[in-house]
């Protein structure tokens, strides 16, 4: 009796020590905010399984709209762009801790994101749309999922959309997995019966992978949603150095280059 | 309800936590942490008593070379799941092998990749354990009359059972840990619901500190339950 008390005294110190060493991570990683990007690189994050906006082809580039457009953003700028992978929950998290001065990743402007970054002029505009099956009748809106099985990706607006219907009726499930690709997968094996998610990445993965299994239904929604570009919140100086190389990309032509390469 | 105050606190240290977001978040979140917690928990017993069986048959057909297809069977077995990582494991079965089957939910068929990787490592305990026993106890057993069955059923097992406690609990406490790799086909165990709340919370140390935590007070009563188990069985 008297060891296990003793035992348990001493599980209670750590645990009370390792929410102190939390503490003090926290607000160590506050004070270090204002250092200056390293001069002339732009260290940009992104979840690259996002076709066609972000992904990676044969010889592990990094390719798709988001990524030509920062390069050229970069360009346009001076700037030397540094790519690296992230999962999608963990951008904003980069950019807080001064891990990245930006990211790119087809995210969409909202106003909790914006709590926690700032957002470029959009660059992008999106919405969201249900795939099924292609067997599938009856579903063509929201409304239609509820009690019904929904994959979406963590931490997307896809992912809010499908958790809204969860909370018009507590049967329905929502399925999250780390990449979108895995929840079309899981609706191609009947896993789940619709995807909710970003139009243009749906609608892409229906005409190249997904082409004889899945099919969109119903109308775009959620279609004031706009893609940013997302920087650490207060970096006034990075989000001038994005927006003035967005401006300058489509005021010579390249941003229609881009898209017409990826979307016509 | 009649309570005498002595004094009136104007700073409520509980309100003033809660004005941390961090802790709000956590505050807020607690219970779909425990559910996590218990799904976790549901996740590695399953994966460790399906683990102790396959383990148990593997092991012992793996300590008999001279029936050779089994002698096979089993060192591919045990090389292949002991070979490849565990992540790896759970996506094949998942997304490549269990659906060929049928249609097999994802905690199922986290429960059958776990269970499956678990009892390689089980078979190679369950086997160093029975060679720990010293070779005479088999001898006296067979010459009793015991068959090489009954022997190692009634005189070997036993004793082994003993020595392999304590890298069965290190097993079970590996195993509680790696189950935060099915979050992937999205079993809503602790780390995806870790994941979840910090991707709408943007609070990394308090939303992974309060995960670590709990995975370590969960690994933590298994040891000492592991403490116990060898103390109980000590036989000096």
Known sequence: MCTSLKKLTAILISALLLVGILALSGCGSKDAGEQAAPEKVLRVVTEAGFAPFEFKEGNDEFTGFDMDLIRAIGEAQGYKVELAHMGFESLIPALQSDKADCAIAGMSITPERQESVDFSTPYFDAGLIIAVAKDTEGIATLDDLQGKKIGCQVGTIGADASMSVKEKDSKTEVRTFDNIGEAFMELEKGGVDAVVNDHAVTAYYIKTTGKDKTKMVGELFSADDHYGIAVKKGNAEMLKVINEGLGKIKANGKYDEIYKKWFE | ?236
């Not at chain 2, 057909?61 to 992540?87: C, E, H, N, S, V």
């Not at chain 2, 994802?106 to 086997?127: D, H, K, P, Q």
């Not at chain 2, 003993?162 to 406490?173: H, Q």
Request: aromatic content about 14%; proline content about 5%; some cysteine.
């Open chain 2, 1 to 236: 309800m009649i309570q005498v105050i002595p004094f009136t606190f104007a700073f409520n240290p509980f309100q003033a936590l809660l004005d941390i977001h961090g802790f709000e978040v956590v505050a807020h979140n607690f219970p779909s942490f425990m559910v996590g917690a218990l799904i976790t928990l549901e996740l590695t017993a399953l994966a460790v008593a399906f683990g102790m069986i396959l383990g148990l048959l593997f092991g012992l057909l793996k300590m008999a070379p001279q029936f050779k297809p089994t002698y096979w069977l089993a060192t591919l077995y045990i090389d292949f799941f002991r070979g490849t990582p565990l992540f790896v494991q759970i996506l094949l079965l998942y997304f490549g092998i269990l659906p060929v089957f049928g249609e097999i939910g994802a905690f199922t068929s986290a429960v059958i990749a776990c269970s499956l990787n678990s009892g390689a490592y089980i078979a190679e305990i369950v086997r160093a354990g029975i060679q720990a026993i010293d070779k005479g106890q088999m001898e006296a057993g067979r010459s009793l009359g015991m068959n090489y069955r009954q022997a190692m059923w009634y005189i070997i097992l036993p004793q082994a059972y003993k020595v392999v406690i304590p890298p069965l609990i290190n097993e079970f406490i590996a195993m509680l840990k790696d189950t935060s790799l099915v979050s992937i086909i999205s079993v809503s165990e602790l780390t995806l619901r870790g994941k979840l709340i910090y991707a709408s919370s943007y609070e990394p140390a308090w939303v992974w500190g309060t995960v670590a935590i709990i995975y370590f007070i969960m690994t933590k009563l298994l040891a000492m339950f592991g403490d116990y188990m060898e103390r109980r069985l000590a036989t000096e």
